[in-house]
Each structure stands twice: as C-alpha cells, then as structure tokens.
C-alpha cells in the first residue's frame, strides 16, 4: 500500500498559490507596461481582477497546508491549542531548504499583494488616481515574488533524489509556466464573469485579447516544459524513467495526466482561443469572443492547472527509486 | 567586583592552595587530560553482518519497546528478501535503521532547523519542540526511515539510542542481538569493532547513488528489489513486515 504524505491540502496548496502568484506577476506586469506608454490605463481592469485575486488565493492556499501539519493534527487530535500555531518556527529562522526560503517569499508576497490589492480596492480606482505611486512600486515588487512563489514548489518537490519523478530542474520551469497560465485563466474568468465579453467595446475587446493570446502562449510553453520534463526523465533512464512509466498508457495515472492534463487542460483551450486570436493575430480582425468561450476556456485551463498538480504530486509520491 | 579584583583573588586562591610550580603544573595537565576527553570527537557507526541475522525481529521488538514507537510505525525493522526458483533459492535479511548518513537530505529539506546532525558525534536527532511536521524530511529520506508520531505531530526516527549511548551503553537493537548481527562503535577509534570490521570485510551500503554517505554498513547484504525478478528471470520476493508501507 502506498503512503500520500501530502495529500489534497498540499495539492490544492500548490495550484491556489500557484494561480494567486501567476496572477500577481501577470496583473504587476501589465499595469508596469504602461508605465510610460498608457498601456497600463487601457488594460487597468485586468491589472486590477489579478490585483484582487492574488491575496486571496496565496492566504485561502497557505491556509490549507496548515491542515497537512502533523503538529495541527496533533493539536486537532489532542486539544493542544499552542501547537496550532507551531508553524510560526518556520519564521524564527531562515536557512538553505526551499521550504524555509519559499515560506518566507510567500509570506512577503501575500503582504505584498495585499497592499498592491489595497490599491485597487476604491470604486473608482483607474490609473492616475492618488494611489498609482504605491501601486507602482508594489508592482515592482510583485513581479519577482509571483515568480518566485510560482517556481519555488517545483524546486521544493524537485530537491529529493529519494523522489525521482520530481528529482528534475524541468518541474520548477513547467509549475512556474503553468502558474502564470492559472493566473492568466483566472483573470479571463474573473473578468468575464463580473464584466461579459462587451463585444461593442473595443477596449476591453483589446483587454480580452492580451489575455487570451498570452494564454495561448504559455499554454505552448507548457507544452514544451512538459515535453522536456518527460523526455529529460525518459533519457535518464534508471529511476526517473522507470518512475515515469507511471505517466504511459498503462500506467496508474496515464488516463488522468493525458486526458485530465493535456487534452482538457493544454489542447482544449488552445483549440478555442486559436479559434478566436488567429484571425485577429494574422488578418488584424478585430477580436472578439462570446463570453461562454472565454469562461470555458479559463476554467478548461484551471481545471488542467489543478490536474497538474494532483497527479505530479501523487505519481511523485507512489513512485520510489529502484535498487537499494 | 571589577577584572582587576577577580584577577586578583584568583591569583591570591591559587597561592592559597599551593605556591609550588610543580602543583601548578600538575594542575594543568590533569586539566588539559579531562577537556580533552570531553571535546575528544567520535563518529558512531554500525556494522550489519547478515551472514548472523536470523530474521528474529528481536531487535525491531526492542526498538518499539525502547521507544514507545506508535502502532503501525518503526524506527527500525528487519526485512526478508527472497528469491529464486526450485530448488535454488534463498532468503536473506536485511535489517533496516537510519543510516545517521554524513550528508543527511533529511537535514537539507527541514525548514525549521529541527532536524539537524550532531558535529560531536555524528548522529541525526530532530527536535520535537521545533519540528511542526511538515513531512518533507519524510518524503526526503531515501531509506524511508522518518513518519510522524500521531502523539507530538513531528518527525521521529532511529537516533543510535541517544540517551543510551550518552550512558556508554550500547543501542538498545545491538544490545538485544541474539546473533551478534549488528556491532555499534566509533569509527574514529582504530581499534572499534566496527573499524576494524570495515577494514577487512567488503561492506556495502544502501542505496550509495543517493550520495548520502550512510554510516550503516552490511557485510553480506543482499541488496536485491522486487524489481529486479523480471530481469533475472527469477521469482524475488521482498517483505519488510511494515503495515501499510511498501520498501521504497
């Protein structure tokens, strides 16, 4: 019988975190893009729903691996209310594991985000309010802590030669690609969601297109992180390529990874955008997607993001290396 | 009282005692002796001579008696590796502990500091009051020598006997050896068992890839996986005796 020492709380940890940080680096970026071309005045709602999103995502995940504690089992278990909180010792120390280190950029982004999300939070919030000082320099500093809270789980899983699935530098590039894509995904559900597809406003028709082109983009690079994550393991040959085996048809996760990961989560989003931004990408049509696509396709790209997780973690997991 | 004063009374102390430099000297030598022998380093490690393990469990019954060690959990266990086809087969055991390794994963992953390994001798202990158990020294560990005890909510594993050893006695696993299979000592003593073991036996260690650089070492260790049945072309058996976990 196998052991999941991390289970659904890690899981769900690792994409809400993941999404909340691709948000922040993807809601900072565009607002700093229009830094000093306007840019960031046109597309200031979607800066704005990643703003929003962030925070709550990092804090609604972090809170979840609390569960996984074993010293909050403990305390459940046996009534011991300090050791609730025993996880402040993370943060009474700092040292080389990613854990620590990743612990510590999480805490520093979900402050951050806060603050960038603070900004945003009056109704009539646009960009050249009294707060777009404080929001910029946020922005500064939410592009690298959403980046490096989006890459430090790959490192965390990948630090562990006694776990050769995830024992790659690729993992930490594909779950980084694949945060940035949720967060993307996030924004497009947010805002068509609370906004409709305004298809007369050629505005937020130029919103919605960044969006989902950028979305097609990074689905292709996880596409490619992908590829050379199974490849890379695959070649190794030894252990990495016998835990790997997992992942091929007869495998115990094949049907979840191939049609759960890359059909449901990679190619069919990429099949309905590409509908929608190749005709606008190639003739300058200009674009424009019912609402009902866009929300399929942000939550086709969620669900993809979270099956992800579920079945790196869990094949990591149940794999073991070979020889002793 | 100031430096001066306290330089003073001392000096006035020792004249008190004795004047004479031979005293003096003598003083210092058997001062010099004593802190040698605390600060003097030992690195423990133990030798495993399957060749005598019977496969008695004796010492996997000891270690839960010693610790209390929660159902369905161990620090240390014996397994039974068997392989071949009728008539040419064989069982072979292979107990199992922490390998209180020189470059411990365990010790890189923990976030808190919890787990650490002690410079004085070597051995890997976690601190209960700082560990918050989040498994990643679990999922670390190459041999799957850590789980969490249900009790505390932290990560437990074989630490050498700590408070027996610090007794000059020796683990409370090798103590109960009916065969004599497990030898404890220090590795800096030239003239230890276990040294002397390692110099003339071809010992081996588990899973050296990992570069860990276990302080466990088998003479005579089978060191052969289920997985490796189909490529012999023989039936392998491996049973480690442990509920619920398969050998990783």
Known sequence: MFELNWGLPVIGYL???????????????????????????????????????????????????????????????????????????????????????????????????????????????????????????LAWAGVPLGIAVGIYT???????????????PVLAALFLVSAISTGVATIMLLKAIFEGSHNGDTQANQSNYLLSASDLLLIGLELVAVFLFMMFA???????????????????????????????GLLLPVVIEMKY??????????????????ILAASLVLIGGFVLRYVIVVAGQITHPIGL | MTEHAKNLSRRNAIKAVGASVATAAVVAVATDKSQAKSDRKVHYAMVIDTRRCTGCHACTVACKAEFDVPLAANRSWVEYVEKGNYPNVSRNFLPRLCNQCSKPQCVD??????????????????DADICIGCKYCVQACPYDMRFINPRTGTAEKCDFCIHRVKQGLVPSCVNTCQGRARIFGDMLDPESEVSKLIANFPVTVLRQEMGTEPNVYYIDADHTGEQDGERMGQYVRVDNFRPDKERR
């Open chain 1, 154 to 168: 790959g490192v965390m899983l990948g630090a562990m030669p006694s776990r050769p699935l995830w024992n790659s």
């Open chain 1, 277 to 294: 931004v190749l005709p606008t990408l190639l003739n300058h049509r200009p674009y424009a997607i019912p609402m009902g696509m866009e």
């Open chain 2, 109 to 126: 992953v923990c976030p808190t500091g919890a787990t650490y390994k002690r410079s004085e001798d070597g051995i890997v202990v976690v």
């Open chain 1, 15 to 137: 994409f809400l975190a993941g999404a909340g940080a691709g948000a922040l680096t993807v809601s900072s970026s565009v607002l700093l893009r229009g830094g000093g071309g306007g840019f960031g005045g046109d597309h200031f709602r979607v800066a704005k729903y990643g703003a929003l999103a962030a925070p709550v995502m990092m804090a609604v995940g972090t809170s979840l691996i609390i569960f996984e504690l074993g010293s909050f089992k403990a305390a459940l278990d046996h009534g011991n209310f300090w050791w609730m909180f025993k996880w402040i010792n993370l943060f009474l120390t700092i040292n080389l594991s990613p854990m620590s280190i990743g612990s510590w950029a999480l805490m520093v982004a979900i402050l951050a985000s806060a603050a960038y999300a603070y900004t945003f939070i009056p109704k009539d919030a646009h960009s050249d309010d009294h707060r777009k000082d404080l929001r910029r320099k």
């Open chain 1, 234 to 264: 695959k070649l190794t040959i030894g252990a990495p390529a016998e835990a790997l085996k997992i992942l091929f048809p007869g495998g115990q996760m094949a049907n979840l990874f191939w049609i759960g990961f890359i059909v449901v």
